[in-house]
């Protein structure tokens, strides 16, 4: 079974910083995609990082520069270091992996809605 346990949300002030941590099990997941998302109340889930399946990075514009993403591959864990954090970047803040055809993808996929697993969500607030 395909389990994402997110961890590491939390509230801080603007210019704090956080580190999410997302524990992969029940398959593994090394070469594979894995992805951070966000979601704003009453919006689509939008990807802020990801680290394809050649260790390659992806990072939203709007968080280039303050955010890093990384793996540990023995630890089928995924990283967001999030850094000079804006109240903008107050939401919930999901792991994913997978696509709904196979979680076997090395390459990452930039909607949520091609997505095919997802953790149960880490709540991130940003006060100014």
């Known amino acids: 079974q395909v389990l994402l346990e997110e961890s590491g949300g939390g509230s801080v002030q603007s210019g704090g910083s956080l580190r999410l941590s997302c524990r992969a099990s029940?398959?593994?997941?090394?070469?594979?995609?894995m992805l951070w998302f966000r979601q704003y109340p009453e919006k689509e889930r939008e990807r802020v990082a990801a680290?394809?399946?050649?260790?390659?990075?992806i990072l939203a514009d709007s968080v280039r520069g303050r955010f890093a993403v990384s793996r540990d591959n023995a630890e089928n864990t995924l990283f967001l270091q999030m850094n000079t954090l804006k109240p903008e970047d107050t939401a919930m803040y999901y792991c994913?992996?997978?696509?709904?055809?196979?979680?076997?993808?090395?390459?990452?996929?930039?909607?949520?809605?091609?997505?095919?697993?997802w953790g149960q969500g880490t709540q991130v607030t940003v006060s100014s």
């Open positions: 680290v394809d399946g050649d260790g390659s990075t």
């Open positions: 994913a992996t997978g696509t709904r055809a196979t979680i076997a993808t090395r390459r990452c996929p930039r909607l949520a809605a091609d997505i095919g697993y």
């Open positions: 029940g398959y593994n997941y090394t070469g594979y995609c």
